[in-house]
């Protein structure tokens, strides 16, 4: 009994030992960034003037009120409500119709002046040719959030203004239902093995392992992969979406974005990602544009902000608020 209390004392000073050594080498010479607590400095210009902790149910963070700043080359303002937008409009003397958005930061307009995001383009066009209306489009979308927060801020935050129909930016890491994105990452509590280097390599292994398998390979593939915990987080919170906006008659239509490829559309390759996800949406009573058949014709180049950073210039932007127009004519939902 002694020798084998002996052996286990042993083993396990091992253990320990070839983790501890295991720990520093990782730390003295390949640290290991994925999942990693964010540092105190992390991105001052973001954390500290744009966003700040939330305490809406299913949201860790939001845009800060009333910040007036210079982030990522563009200026962003956000009204009293926190968004990145003017005052709600109150009645002008002509009927006022809402519509909201909720998004990310294609909603949000990442890298672009606010005037050129889709949601301040679409109110211009609506408004032009209105005649017996005012619009007023009202922008919830705040980067890096995917579709489970904005079920959270139709429910708590949209919801509130009667909008006369909701629109739901859709992008392809929309299903992301874990904090991988810098800013989200900030926000969200720590769990204990992220302060080990070690155990967050283990868990970029299980994670590459699991996009393998449920996805070939790759990111968008395995997060829309059917049964997985991502496609589960999308298809519930279309229905929170779909009991929320259903309570109040309000319409849903969900905005299909592509990932705008580097270089050409000959070999988009996700498709079948655009059926699943109308499909889905379809099935709970949404009404789908999906943009890549607005986009196609044009090169990538004048779309994509850089070759690195996929978020959509102004002239993309306004090819969308020319399709979400073109597409509200045609169901009818326009009261000019």
């Known amino acids: ?12 000073l091992t253990i320990v030992l070839t983790l501890g050594l295991a720990e520093a080498m990782l730390a003295l010479i ?7 607590p964010p540092a105190d400095d992390f991105d001052a210009e973001w954390r500290s003037l744009l966003h700040q902790p939330s305490t809406t149910p299913g949201l860790d963070y939001e845009l800060a009120p009333n910040r007036d700043q210079m982030a990522r080359g563009a200026r962003v303002r956000t009204n009293s409500l926190g968004m990145r937008d003017d005052e709600p409009r109150g009645p002008l003397g002509r009927r006022l119709v809402r519509i909201a958005v909720v998004g990310d930061s294609f909603t ?19 408004n032009q040719r209105a005649a017996a209306c005012d619009y007023d489009v009202l922008n919830f979308g705040v980067s890096g959030y995917g579709t489970r927060h904005e ?6 935050k949209v919801m509130p203004f009667e909008p006369d129909l909701i629109i739901v930016g859709y992008v392809m890491n ?16 720590v769990e204990w093995w992220q302060r080990s280097h070690v155990l967050r390599l283990i868990a970029r292994g299980h994670d590459l392992w699991q996009r393998k398998r449920l996805g070939n390979g790759n990111f968008y593939e395995a997060l829309h992969a059917v049964g997985s915990d991502s496609w589960r987080s999308v298809t519930q919170s279309f229905d929170a979406m779909a009991t929320q906006a259903g309570a109040n008659g309000t319409p849903l239509l969900l905005v299909l974005f592509p990932e705008v490829p580097v270089e050409g559309w000959d070999r988009y390759r996700y ?10 949406a379809a099935d709970r009573g949404f009404d789908t544009l999906d943009l890549v058949e607005t986009l196609r ?25 020319a399709a979400i127009q073109a597409h509200l004519a045609s169901r009818g939902w326009l009261c000019e």
């Open 1 to 12: 009994m002694h020798h084998r209390r002996t052996a286990a004392v042993l083993v396990t």
């Open 271 to 280: 498709g079948q990602i655009h059926a699943q996800v109308a499909q889905a």
């Open 151 to 156: 079920a959270a801020v139709l429910e708590h």
């Open 30 to 36: 390949a640290p290991v960034n994925y999942r990693r």
């Open 108 to 126: 949000f307009g990442f890298g672009v002046e606010q005037h050129a995001t889709y949601c301040h383009q679409l109110e211009g066009r609506l």
């Open 297 to 321: 014709p044009y090169d990538p180049r004048s779309l994509r902000l850089s070759a690195t950073d996929e978020h959509l210039t102004p002239m993309a932007n306004t090819l969308v608020a």
């Open 174 to 189: 929309d299903p992301q239902h874990r904090p991988i994105q810098p800013l989200p990452s900030h926000f969200a509590k």
